[in-house]
């Protein structure tokens, strides 16, 4: 696993923006696997400035969310649905009949998962799967215990997701407790993988992602078992590895040879 260490959230949007830029470039029906949580709106704010400049276009894309709380519409301003069309759709030349979110909606949510699975694979897979990092190392709605080896299913969410989450929902306002996530197979299968992390409150999911063990008690450490991930965090996020200096200095010595290289 890559590990990309920069000073704040701003660097980090960049950094990931632009991979998705190359992404975009080199294969412009590229199929996304994109995230909601705040992390990744200043990401969606640089693809917006870049898309309007005329630097990348999404015209052939199509695009699926890891996640969605069960039991809203996608009309609800707290559903991802909403949040995808509100934080990027609207702002871009997507076909948003080519973007696909779970349906919170589903009359059946399990044959729903069965379907998003589907659509996936019909899509030829993803290309880049964007992920955000919840405090207890979960990725899309996969809370710890969830299997390394599961698909798009129904995730019951653990209190600390619910109270982290809290903040998005008004008081008193009905806030599920039941999701449909991709599932962690379904995410290893992306062909690669950039997860964001900014802040300390994301350092000790980051350390136990990163230096493991490899474990259903921090989703996110299967992402040891990917052979093109990276995550790109801020100090604070990486404030809790044991040698963070090696990562900068790996990636130090990665810039000098992609410098040699474009000579
Ligand atoms: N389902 C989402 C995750 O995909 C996201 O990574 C996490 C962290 O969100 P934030 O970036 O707001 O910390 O929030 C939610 O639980």
Known sequence: ???????????VAAYGAEIFKKQLLKKPDSVLGLATGSTPVALYNELIKLNQRGDISFKQVKSFNLDEYLGLEGDHPQSYRYFMNDKL?????????????????????????????????DAGGIDIQLLGIGRNGHIGFNEPSSSLASRTRVKTLTKATIDDNARFFAEGEYQPHLSITMGIGTILESKKVVLLATGESKAEAIKATVEGPLTAACPASALQMHKDAVLIIDEAAASELSDPEFFKHIEQENQKLEDKLAR
């Open 1 to 11: 696993m890559k590990v990309v260490i920069l000073k704040d959230a701003a660097e």
């Open 89 to 121: 759709f609207n702002h871009v030349d997507i076909d948003k009949a080519q973007t696909q979110v779970p349906p919170g909606n589903a009359e059946d949510p399990v044959a729903a998962c069965q379907v998003y699975e589907q659509a996936i694979s």
